[in-house]
């Protein structure tokens, strides 16, 4: 599956998605933030969140900061993020509602990062014939 293709079918709730499309369009995801972090914080566009001043001389100090881009790509690829979530689950033979774990703090999303590691059912089963082939 070229590149082009592969992105129009990170819109798809439906079929099912192996683990290299999973962990290479998270490896994407992943270099897309780190550069606009980087790009976010060399030209200032951040919003400080709280946390105190910085010290006169220097030092350790908390403030946490809103990545203005960072945000903007978050909400652009959220239902990206979930569809290919919901495939890998699919993949698993897993109804999509198992994506809903994560909202159980840690052990959901161990629950999830477990179930994205490990293979997809083989064969066809009731989301699709296997994507290996």
């Keep these: 599956m070229n590149y082009f293709f592969s992105v129009l079918r990170n819109f798809s709730f439906e079929g ?3 683990r290299a499309e999973f962990w290479w369009w998270f490896l994407i995801q992943l270099i897309i933030v780190i550069v606009l972090v980087v790009v ?3 030209f200032g566009l951040n919003i400080p969140l709280g ?12 403030v946490f900061y809103l990545r203005i ?3 903007v790509w978050g909400l652009a690829t959220l239902i990206q993020h979930i569809a290919v979530s919901i495939r890998r689950l699919h993949d698993r033979n897993m109804s999509g509602w198992w994506f809903l774990i ?3 703090p840690l052990i959901g999303s161990i629950i999830l990062l477990i179930n994205y590691l490990l293979p997809g059912t083989k064969g066809e089963n009731k989301y699709g014939p296997d994507p290996k082939g």
Excluded: H, K, N, Q
């Design 16 to 18: 099912r998605a192996r």
């Design 40 to 42: 976010s914080d060399a």
């Design 51 to 62: 946390g105190d001043s910085p010290p006169a001389y220097g030092g350790y100090y908390e």
């Design 69 to 71: 881009p960072v945000v």
């Design 102 to 104: 994560v909202l159980i």
